[in-house]
Nanobody, 115 residues
Framework: QVQLVESGGGLVQPGGSLRLSCTTS????????MGWYRQAPGKQRELVAS???????NYADSVKGRFTISRDNAKKTVYLQMNSLAPEDTAVYYC?????????WGQGTQVTVSS
């Protein structure tokens, strides 16, 4: 069973930065796509950023220019660098990976942006 484990969440002040990490127990090259979703209280889960095996990225409009997704295949890790954080970025962030038609999810990591 493929596992995804997130880390790097926490409390940060508005304008600050965080880097989330998602490490997989599987082979990174097995994933068609990896990325990050987030879910704020009372809201639906939304796509934040994704990265295909062919290095095509996709970002939510709300994070373009502030967040960057990347990966290190040797470390089996996908990163989400988040800069210029705002209170509306507060959410639980989930890592996901798709292998063919099957999706795998991490347990989530809390990001809170507050002064």
């Amino acid at each position: 069973q493929v596992q995804l484990v997130e880390s790097g969440g926490g409390l940060v002040q508005p304008g600050g930065s965080l880097r989330l990490s998602c490490t997989t127990s599987g082979n990174m090259l097995s994933f068609n796509t990896m990325g990050w979703y987030r879910q704020a209280p009372g809201k639906q889960r939304e796509l934040v950023a994704s990265l295909t095996r062919g290095d095509i990225t996709n970002y939510a409009d709300s994070v373009k220019g502030r967040f960057t997704i990347s990966r290190d295949n040797a470390k089996k890790t996908v990163y989400l660098q988040m800069n210029s954080l705002a209170p509306e970025d507060t959410a639980v962030y989930y890592c996901y990976g798709r292998i063919v038609i099957r999706d795998f999810w991490g347990q989530g990591t809390q990001v809170t942006v507050s002064s």
